[in-house]
């Protein structure tokens, strides 16, 4: 499944399937953009990060895709568990000091 | 061992107390933040601090004031609360300073601050 939009969305996905979350940034000149998950009761932990000079990265079950043309941000994730279950963010991270936080996207994973 | 800590994971307390909420890192990181998460799970910089030295300070009450004594220690304290600042406030640490050791970026699990 799928989400857009900045009001904490919420996606459902059947376990096993997999996730795509999606975040739109607004500063044209972030360079470096890291997303993280945030269980309930915990602070957010970084999950991955990729560079503006890249258009994908992969991690372990974990794709971030980058197109800057749109400003357009995606966090795919492969055969999704149970312990995904949680809020995602996208941060831009837009040069000195300068770093924002997308309002999130709340994952829920169906056994 | 916990790398950002930040004391009481709870606080419920009546409009017009002062509260403090402190942080601790054992990361050896330089900076420090303060965040503020509302009901819709939106972060926001509220300050940072390098080396004990004030280097972010958003568009805060006067009521909120930082304090680091050290630069593994920031601590936040408010005056005469509102309603309003019922929230979730994190802390957060990263090496050097904002915008560089960006991945390092570490956040505590949050002081659930609610006022009644």
């Known amino acids: 499944g799928e989400s857009v939009g900045l009001h904490l969305p919420t996606l459902s996905v059947q376990e096993g399937d997999n996730s795509i979350i999606n975040c739109a940034y607004s500063?044209?000149?972030?360079?470096?953009f890291i997303w993280y998950k945030q269980e309930s009761g915990k602070g957010p932990q970084f999950i991955i990060d990729?560079?503006?000079?890249?258009d994908k990265r992969q991690g372990q079950r974990v794709t971030v895709l980058l197109n800057k043309t749109v400003k357009h941000l995606s966090l795919q994730i492969a055969a999704t568990q149970p312990g995904d279950s949680a809020v995602y963010f996208c941060?831009?991270?837009?040069?000195?000091?300068?770093?924002?936080f997308g309002t999130g996207t709340k994952l829920q994973v169906i056994p | 061992d916990t790398a950002v800590s930040q004391t009481p994971k709870y606080l419920v307390t009546q409009m017009g107390n002062d509260k403090s909420i402190k942080c601790e890192q054992n990361?050896?990181?330089?900076?420090m933040y303060w965040y503020k998460q509302d009901s819709k799970k939106f972060l926001k910089i509220m300050f940072s601090?390098?080396?004990?030295?004030?280097?972010i300070n958003e568009t805060v009450p006067n009521r909120f004031s930082p304090k680091s004594p050290d630069k593994a220690h920031l601590n936040l304290h408010i005056n005469s609360l509102e309603l309003g600042d019922s929230a979730v406030y994190f802390c957060?640490?990263?090496?050097?300073?904002?915008?560089?050791?960006?991945?390092?970026?570490?956040f505590g699990s949050g002081t659930r601050l609610t006022v009644v």
């Open positions: 500063n044209s000149a972030s360079d470096y």
């Open positions: 941060a831009e991270f837009g040069g000195y000091q300068k770093v924002t």
């Open positions: 990729i560079r503006s000079n890249m």
């Open positions: 990361l050896g990181h330089d900076t």
């Open positions: 957060a640490s990263s090496q050097g300073l904002p915008g560089q050791g960006r991945r390092s970026y570490t």
């Open positions: 601090y390098n080396n004990k030295e004030l280097i």
